[in-house]
């Protein structure tokens, strides 16, 4: 029989009336002749208010014990679902990560799954039974709770769908899929049908915030095909998979956008070997996650290095930055929280050139500057005024015709 | 160094002023120079407000759902203190049922401890940290998640001292210890400096409410020494052990009552062998739990049986009965729910006879009339009218002196 394994979001689960819903459509999958193994995350709000409450207790916090506060949440969704589901005849049964046989690294919320141990989910299946396993969380090889951090359920899920060979990984949430752009910024906005590992990739890399970054690679890295998908609407959404060799790639898919970075720059700095190794070393001690870098030319034996950092982490770059510039001769060390990055994907750039002029000139037309340049081989991300970046994504999505 | 198992109950840790207040009291025993264990339960109303949740979603609550569902409060509560510990620079660490090693059959809801491992608690120890244990859970011999029932935390306390040769067991509770009566009823009720295991029991089956049953058995089996306090006051509470031999035992310790039973009498029972072994079996197999049970000799080749039962079983206790007793040519079935039960608990009554003699004739001075009488070597109960219960506690208080 075949399996799919179904991931329910937060917003998914977020009361009595949706985990009913959800029950019901697991049902009917069900009776529709597949396996099924469920992934749930925590009831809506629940980790925000743990959070809330570990606050007002203790300025202190270590992470094991954050883990074993917020494993909590997924407890409380997986047990209704399955009480939910035993009331509409199907015979379902919970496990936790560690039961899961989710093994990972000690690092506490921000754990690695490092083993899919499985077996009690394949007595379950084997015994007609739906395994309904708590996302996010698993078991260290020191036998501590742990949490996989950002993304985690989602990353669960899949890890569980490569690990049981499902056919699809189906990831359901509050939208109806992976869209062109924003739709709130763009409102033609097409749901694309399907796109590939890398394009997704690049999306979610770029501000695109349906799928984590991880979650994606884990799937391209084992095959498992995701299928991005309305809880709400239970329509068909986003498939994500890998890309077919024989079918022609859209030149561009999508157009992103992140204003959630600001940029910093060292100016002057000697044009010398190893210099920017210990600057990005020092920014990566600091666990800043540094995004694009562009360095351009040197023409008087000095240049200008450029990145952008999330503005969370502004203070501390600039902390980095500026002790670091004297010892290495750099001058000035600037920064701007005021900026955005418009970016356009699509693996079909990769046989069509001149798709960066064109980019380039619908900006210019706009009025709109670009600051910083990067690209990939299917990506081109610009960082503009923060004000600007709307009127961009609207004109980038108009001019490479996404709508469809 | 001694070890101090300190349980600390759902209002103890209540909100975070009260896990900051419970985590100071830890740290200050631990700074005076003793190892702690703690063992807490979910804050609050958190049980209650699971269970409501677990109605809205479904009429069908598989048990080991609801257990699983149930074990998510611990985890809050447990890890919350460890990080309010931490700030007071006690290291601390939460343990689940499971990772403290608390082994249990497979009864969902109502497990029996079968084996408590603890080796992980042991290293904790050793190591100068202070285990933060989830009472009320275990794991099952099945690798289920287990919950032990009513009263279930203490009793997890209890084991867990008694598996690692702990000096005391400390309950925690919102009530300063065990009194001579209860003072809401009995102004000058007497807080009990100690009582015998035995006179625990006796007070625990008859109406107190402040330890379970259950865990009181425990302790007194395993010989681990209770003491029961205040995590409001903190003041020293009641201490719950062996009798001492070369004591005199008080006569009478304490008045206790329970108004929450109903009696069901069966009239007319032929008086031959197995007949009420039917009917108490029947009953079991209801999960009804008989309380007092009187019969008296037979006159006229028939007699009376009456029991009691908690109120919320009448009901089933009814149609049992009432479906049993003409198959064995019983009578008719009366049943009474405005029933009380007022008793008199003590050592000492062994040894002193006439103690009931002068309970009949107190009751009889304030016009209260016996309905059913049972005793036990260090107790005596009387069913009485609900109404009439409290002057009787107040009186039988004032005859045997117990204000001291």
Redesign the interface.
């Known amino acids: 029989m075949s399996l799919v394994v179904q991931k329910f979001g937060g917003t998914s689960v977020g009361d ?1 009336d949706r ?2 819903a959800v029950a019901d459509h697991v049902a009917r999958t069900r009776r529709a002749g597949r396996d099924v193994l469920v992934v749930v995350s925590a009831m809506g709000k629940t980790t925000d208010d ?1 959070l809330r ?2 606050g ?7 992470p ?3 883990d ?2 917020l ?3 997924e ?2 969704s ?3 679902l ?3 589901l ?2 509409l005849g199907v015979e379902a ?2 496990f ?1 990560g560690s ?1 899961a046989g989710i093994i990972t690294d000690a690092t506490h919320t921000k754990a690695k799954i490092v083993e899919v141990r499985g077996d ?1 989910l394949r007595e379950a299946l084997a015994a007609g039974k739906v395994p309904v396993v708590a996302g996010f969380q698993g078991v260290s090889t020191d ?1 501590d ?1 742990t949490t996989l951090g950002r993304g985690g359920s989602d990353t669960t899920a899949v890890a569980l769908a490569a690990s049981l060979s499902a056919d699809a990984c189906e990831i359901y949430t509050d939208v109806t899929g992976v869209f062109s752009a924003d739709p709130r910024i763009v409102p033609e906005a097409r749901r694309l049908a399907r796109v590939s590992f890398e394009e997704m990739l690049e999306i979610a890399a770029s501000g695109g915030r349906v799928l984590a970054l991880r979650s994606v690679e884990f799937a391209r890295n084992h095959h498992v095909p995701l299928h991005v998908r309305s809880s709400f609407t239970w329509e068909p959404g986003t498939w994500v998979s890998e890309e077919d060799p024989l079918m022609e790639q859209a030149v561009v898919t999508a157009v992103t956008h992140d204003a959630s970075e600001a940029k910093v720059t060292v100016t002057g700095v000697p044009d010398r070997p190893g210099l920017a190794a210990r600057l990005f070393r020092a920014l990566a001690e600091r666990n800043v996650n540094v995004d694009t870098i562009v360095q351009n030319i040197s023409l008087h034996g000095t240049t200008d290095i450029s990145f952008t950092v999330p503005k969370v982490d502004l203070a501390a770059s600039l902390e980095v930055a500026r002790d670091l510039a004297p010892g290495i001769g750099a001058g000035e060390v600037l920064s701007d929280d005021d900026v955005a990055k418009v970016s356009i994907v699509g693996a079909g750039m990769r046989s069509h050139p001149g798709i960066s002029a064109k980019m380039f000139e619908v900006l210019a037309q706009q009025g709109v500057n670009i600051e910083m340049i990067s690209t990939s081989s299917i990506r081109i991300s610009c960082v503009v005024r923060a004000g600007a970046v709307e009127s961009a994504v609207q004109a980038l999505h108009e001019a490479f015709d996404l709508a469809g």
Chains 1, 2 share one sequence.
């Not at 007002?56 to 270590?62: T, Y």
């Open positions: 009595a985990i009913r743990l409450l570990a007002d207790v203790s300025s202190v916090q270590p094991r014990e954050l074993m506060l494993t909590s949440g407890r409380v997986m047990a209704l399955c009480m939910a035993a009331e049964v919970s936790t039961q009690r036998r709770v």
